[in-house]
């Protein structure tokens, strides 16, 4: 089973918690993080469209598909056997509603949480 992939922002303290929260709750071999500042993560931002100098939203690539924002974050959930049954039900909530909450967030989350000059995520 190929793994679905996560691109993150690695400088971004809520998305390294976040990351580090899925690392130990997820399945194993169930992602693969990618940091958006990563050669790596350059790559696939180009092969799909996402400018390369800042990223404004997780971007889930799972079964060829392409997530991002309150979905992405909702299917990642869902892949998580505690988080499935709250996740599935909360892809019904109008997608305008959500995504609202979620670009609220994403504007804000250095503001809030704070900037790491590198990726703090250890994936050994």
């Known amino acids: 089973m190929e793994r679905n992939i996560i691109i993150f922002d690695g ?3 809520l998305c390294n918690g976040v990351v580090h929260w899925l690392l130990k709750s997820a ?14 993560g350059q790559q696939i931002l180009q092969v ?9 939203t997780v971007i889930l690539l799972a079964n060829e598909k392409v ?14 056997p505690k988080w499935n049954s709250i996740s599935k039900p ?14 609220l967030a994403a504007k804000n989350r250095v503001q809030w949480f704070g900037k790491s000059r590198i990726c703090s995520v250890n994936f050994s």
Not at 67 to 80: A, K, M, N, P, V
Not at 90 to 103: A, E, N, S, T
């Open 48 to 56: 799909h469209g996402f400018p390369l100098n800042q990223l404004e």
């Open 90 to 103: 909360l892809l019904w909530v109008p997608q305008f509603l959500r995504d609202g909450i979620y670009k």
């Open 11 to 13: 400088e971004c303290n």
């Open 67 to 80: 997530f991002t924002h309150s979905e992405g974050f909702l299917r990642i959930l869902s892949q998580i």
């Open 27 to 40: 399945p194993q071999e169930t992602f693969q993080f990618v940091p958006f500042q990563s050669p790596y």
